[in-house]
């Protein structure tokens, strides 16, 4: 079964500094990845998203992410944080791989940026 | 366009009251899904539907039915209400199921007594 885990429930960087947030997934097919964002007391937004194909994903914001399979991760960037970016990331997976599967969410990333 | 909504935004209800949580979209989206986010654990799926007249359950099912009518409409009811149903409730659709974005609604956040 296809299952998403998030490292670190909550982050916490300088304006300007590298936004690092860590995805690690687990399935048993190629995957499908997502990253979504919360903002407070809003529903969620894709940022961006990985099927198949280049494995570097530009998403909205300045946000990107690689996928590598070898470490099974999917790893969140931003060079330079906004304070807008605080908010709560969330990583998914397609839980039957491919286009059949419903999204498994991991726990989520509280991102916190200090001016 | 409106996107998703979802009413209310707010509700109380007591240990063993039934309520529905009403979701649309005009989006013509076939696939719409709701999930419940509780702190810590993330969004779980509830119940999802890849069609009008077509729905199945997802990871936390049980309290709750969904019927799909209408490819617009995919009502969430809470039979007999319990506190461990005090959540944030969120409904979202796509044009497909398992690669397109989804555009999740505003939320609802149940709270029962």
């Known amino acids: 079964a296809q299952s998403v885990t998030q490292l670190g429930s909550h982050v916490s960087v300088s304006e300007g500094a590298l936004v690092l947030l860590r995805c690690n997934y687990s399935?048993?097919?190629?995957?499908?990845l997502f990253w979504y964002v919360q903002y407070p007391n809003q529903g969620l937004q894709l940022l961006l998203k990985?099927?198949?194909?280049?494995?570097l994903v530009k998403g909205i914001n300045g946000f990107e992410a690689e996928f590598k399979k070898s470490e099974t991760s999917f790893h969140l960037t931003k060079p330079s944080a906004h304070m807008s970016d605080a908010a709560e990331y969330f990583c998914a997976v397609s839980d039957h791989g491919g286009s059949q599967g419903n999204l498994i969410f991991g726990k989520g990333t509280k991102l916190s940026v200090k001016p | 366009n409106a996107g998703v909504t979802q009413t209310p935004k707010f509700q109380v209800l007591k240990t063993g009251q039934s309520m529905t949580l009403q979701c649309a979209q005009d989006?013509?989206?076939?696939?719409m899904s709701w999930y419940r986010q509780d702190p810590g654990m993330g969004l779980r799926l509830i119940h999802y539907?890849?069609?009008?007249?077509?729905?199945d359950q997802g990871e936390v099912p049980n309290g709750y039915n969904v019927s799909r009518s209408t490819t617009e409409d995919f009502p969430l009811r809470l039979l007999s209400a319990a506190p461990s149903q005090t959540s944030v409730y969120f409904c979202?659709?796509?044009?497909?199921?398992?690669?397109?974005?989804?555009?999740f609604g505003p939320g609802t956040r149940l709270t029962v007594t």
């Open positions: 979202a659709s796509s044009y497909s199921r398992g690669v397109g974005e989804q555009y």
């Open positions: 989006m013509n989206h076939e696939y």
């Open positions: 990985y099927t198949t194909g280049a494995t």
């Open positions: 399935s048993s097919v190629p995957p499908y």
């Open positions: 539907s890849v069609g009008a007249g077509i729905t």
